[in-house]
């Protein structure tokens, strides 16, 4: 049942052109423009759900849905439950086992003399081994997964919270109290009751939230805006000098590119790959010795919906001037 809540509530999802009120506080949130309107604070665009999602923590596979404000309550009860199922299918594929292999390896006298309920076969034993094997995995990868959610929950602080606050402390242009200022941790037990002891619905209604003294619901939208500010001027301009308008296939890119661009390729991540065309300019901020990531800033009358992504390094160069800082601040305001 709250594997099914989980999957239908969804994290809950602002709605399309969303914008604050009042609307003073917009040079306070980040523009997101695939939904035309603004980001609430909390809220992230997921690509795959094509939406922005309130307090979003990341895209499940499990749920084939974000995890979020609406959700994280059932989906935290439907592990918590899982974990005992599978922790009791432990238990009772053991004690098979272990009556199996005391029958084994007794002799014939004691077989007799006992009145055992085991009912030994090949196909029994293998799907009792089977069956101990899967439930202890499942067992242990859900507790790993039970772990990080409730650390989550009791610091009220979602994956990319987490990530943000990393940045935040590698950052050289906030001071001290700005690394500091992370508003949402009212310690763990009113953390706990924000999601837990609201009936179905957690506490608030996924927009504004309570903080702690000092800080406000812009706080770190604000301090977001910074470091993507401070990411864009550590970037570089590269020019498209080679188009790639077809996908980035394993094969293909070994054809096209040689073995080692193939191996390089960042394949752990759910980020997009760009088609590009020649004449495009991307703001490059990371990558590797044969990919980069980047986003367009520059387009062509071809150019592909989506604006951030990896391409190969080899398809483009370095512009050798400085990053304006009106590009900076127009790709602050695109994420």
């Given at each position: 049942?709250?594997?099914?809540?989980?999957c239908?509530y969804?994290p809950g999802?602002?709605?399309?052109?969303?914008?604050?009120?009042?609307?003073?506080?917009?040079?306070?949130?980040?523009k997101?423009?695939?939904?035309?309107?603004?980001?609430?604070?909390?809220s992230h665009?997921?690509r795959?759900c094509?939406?922005?999602c309130?307090k979003?923590?990341h895209?499940?596979?499990?749920?084939?849905n974000?995890?979020?404000?609406?959700?994280?309550?059932?989906?935290?009860?439907?592990?918590?439950?899982?974990?005992?199922?599978?922790?009791?299918s432990?238990?009772?594929?053991?004690?098979?086992?272990?009556?199996?292999y005391?029958i084994?390896?007794?002799?014939?006298?004691?077989?007799f003399?006992?009145?055992s309920?085991t009912?030994l076969?090949?196909s029994?034993?293998?799907?009792?081994i089977?069956?101990?094997g899967?439930?202890?995995a499942?067992d242990?990868?859900?507790?790993?997964?039970?772990?990080?959610?409730m650390?989550a929950?009791i610091?009220?602080?979602t994956?990319i919270?987490?990530?943000i606050?990393?940045?935040?402390?590698h950052?050289e242009t906030l001071?001290?109290?700005?690394?500091?200022?992370y508003?949402?941790?009212?310690?763990?037990?009113?953390?706990l009751?924000q999601?837990?002891?609201h009936?179905?619905?957690?506490?608030?209604n996924?927009?504004w939230?309570?903080t702690?003294?000092?800080?406000?619901?812009?706080t770190?939208?604000?301090?977001?805006?910074?470091?993507k500010?401070?990411?864009?001027?550590c970037s570089?301009?590269?020019?498209?000098i080679?188009?790639?308008?077809?996908?980035?296939?394993?094969?293909?890119?070994?054809i096209?590119?040689?073995?080692?661009?193939?191996w390089?390729k960042?394949?752990f991540n759910?980020e997009?790959?760009?088609p590009?065309?020649?004449?495009?300019?991307?703001?490059v901020?990371r990558g590797n010795?044969?990919?980069?990531?980047g986003?367009?800033?520059?387009?062509?009358?071809?150019?592909?919906?989506?604006?951030?992504?990896?391409?190969?390094?080899?398809?483009?160069?370095?512009?050798l001037e400085?990053?304006?800082?009106n590009s900076?601040d127009?790709?602050?305001?695109?994420?």
């Amino acid at each position: 049942m709250n594997f099914f809540s989980a999957c239908y509530y969804g994290p809950g999802y602002l709605p399309k052109g969303w914008e604050p009120i009042p609307s003073k506080n917009k040079n306070k949130l980040q523009k997101c423009p695939r939904c035309e309107g603004y980001k609430a604070p909390r809220s992230h665009h997921c690509r795959k759900c094509n939406a922005c999602c309130m307090k979003m923590d990341h895209h499940c596979p499990y749920i084939n849905n974000c995890l979020g404000f609406s959700n994280h309550k059932f989906f935290l009860l439907f592990m918590i439950y899982a974990i005992v199922g599978c922790f009791y299918s432990v238990c009772i594929s053991s004690v098979y086992l272990y009556d199996a292999y005391i029958i084994l390896t007794a002799d014939d006298d004691f077989i007799f003399d006992q009145h055992s309920f085991t009912h030994l076969s090949f196909s029994n034993v293998a799907c009792a081994i089977s069956n101990f094997g899967l439930a202890l995995a499942v067992d242990i990868a859900l507790s790993i997964l039970l772990f990080v959610q409730m650390k989550a929950v009791i610091t009220n602080k979602t994956q990319i919270e987490n990530f943000i606050c990393a940045k935040m402390f590698h950052s050289e242009t906030l001071n001290e109290n700005e690394k500091q200022s992370y508003p949402y941790d009212l310690g763990w037990k009113e953390n706990l009751k924000q999601v837990f002891c609201h009936g179905l619905k957690p506490k608030g209604n996924g927009i504004w939230y309570d903080t702690i003294k000092g800080t406000d619901n812009f706080t770190l939208s604000v301090i977001q805006k910074m470091l993507k500010a401070e990411k864009a001027s550590c970037s570089r301009k590269y020019r498209i000098i080679t188009s790639q308008l077809e996908s980035y296939g394993i094969i293909k890119c070994c054809i096209n590119y040689g073995i080692r661009v193939a191996w390089s390729k960042p394949c752990f991540n759910d980020e997009p790959f760009l088609p590009v065309n020649v004449g495009e300019v991307y703001l490059v901020n990371r990558g590797n010795k044969e990919w980069i990531y980047g986003e367009r800033i520059v387009s062509m009358s071809n150019s592909s919906t989506e604006t951030k992504g990896w391409f190969p390094r080899r398809l483009a160069k370095v512009v050798l001037e400085e990053v304006s800082s009106n590009s900076e601040d127009e790709s602050t305001n695109t994420e």
